[in-house]
């Protein structure tokens, strides 16, 4: 069974500081991997998925990510923060098996201070 | 550009009383998945569809049934809601093509049981 761990329920930034947000994955297989963004009273929004293609993956809004198979780790990153990106953020794995839908993890939510 | 449309966005219920979450998507996505978002636990599947006439069982489909007679749509019912049923809900579509292809999101049902 695949898992998702995201380290941090909560995570501050200043405006303007690098933002890190953690994604832990366990797979039996190499995974498909997501990240997605959720602002207040919408639904999630795709920034950036792994497929097995280049390993440092740029999504929409300055983020992106690297998958790290050594570390099982899929982070994302930004490397000034910005106001409008304070939302929840959602990693996501998928083993490619087949239909059944993505494991999330729990999310993290992202505050800027000005 | 309507892609995930969910209706109602939001709903109160008595306990023991029964509605159907309406989903549509007119993307011509073969997949669709039902999950519920609780805070601080991310989204949990439901329900999931790789096609009209064929739904299976995700991780917490007890109180709950689907049905896909057509490619567009994917209602989800409660027959005997109960207070754990509170939730927001979502549905989201994807393209066929396993686990690869990223979902696209409705903005969500908030639904509470009293």
């Known amino acids: 069974a695949q898992s998702v761990t995201q380290l941090g329920s909560h995570v501050s930034v200043s405006e303007g500081a690098l933002v890190l947000l953690r994604c832990n994955y366990s797979?039996?297989?190499?995974?498909?991997l997501f990240w997605y963004v959720q602002y207040p009273n919408q639904g999630l929004q795709l920034l950036l998925k792994?497929?097995?293609?280049?390993?440092l993956v740029k999504g929409i809004n300055g983020f992106e990510a690297e998958f790290k198979k050594s570390e099982t780790s899929f982070h994302l990153t930004k490397p000034s923060a910005h106001m409008s990106d304070a939302a929840e953020y959602f990693c996501?794995?998928?083993?490619?098996?087949?239909?059944?839908?993505?494991?999330f993890g729990k999310g993290t939510h992202l505050i800027i201070q000005p | 550009n309507a892609g995930v449309t969910q209706t109602p966005k939001f709903r109160i219920l008595k306990i023991g009383q029964s509605m159907t979450l309406q989903c549509a998507q007119d993307m011509n996505h073969n997949y669709m998945y039902w999950y519920r978002q609780d805070p601080g636990m991310g989204l949990k599947l439901i329900y999931y569809?790789?096609?009209?006439?064929?739904?299976d069982k995700g991780e917490v489909p007890n109180g709950y049934n689907v049905s896909r007679s057509t490619t567009e749509d994917f209602p989800l019912r409660l027959e005997l809601a109960a207070p754990s049923q509170t939730s927001v809900y979502f549905c989201?579509?994807?393209?066929?093509?396993?686990?690869?292809?990223?979902?696209?999101f409705g903005d969500g049902t908030r639904l509470s049981i009293l």
């Open positions: 569809s790789v096609g009209a006439g064929i739904t």
């Open positions: 989201a579509s994807s393209r066929a093509e396993g686990g690869s292809q990223p979902q696209h």
């Open positions: 792994y497929t097995s293609a280049a390993t």
């Open positions: 996501a794995v998928s083993d490619g098996g087949g239909a059944d839908g993505l494991t």
């Open positions: 797979s039996s297989v190499p995974p498909y």
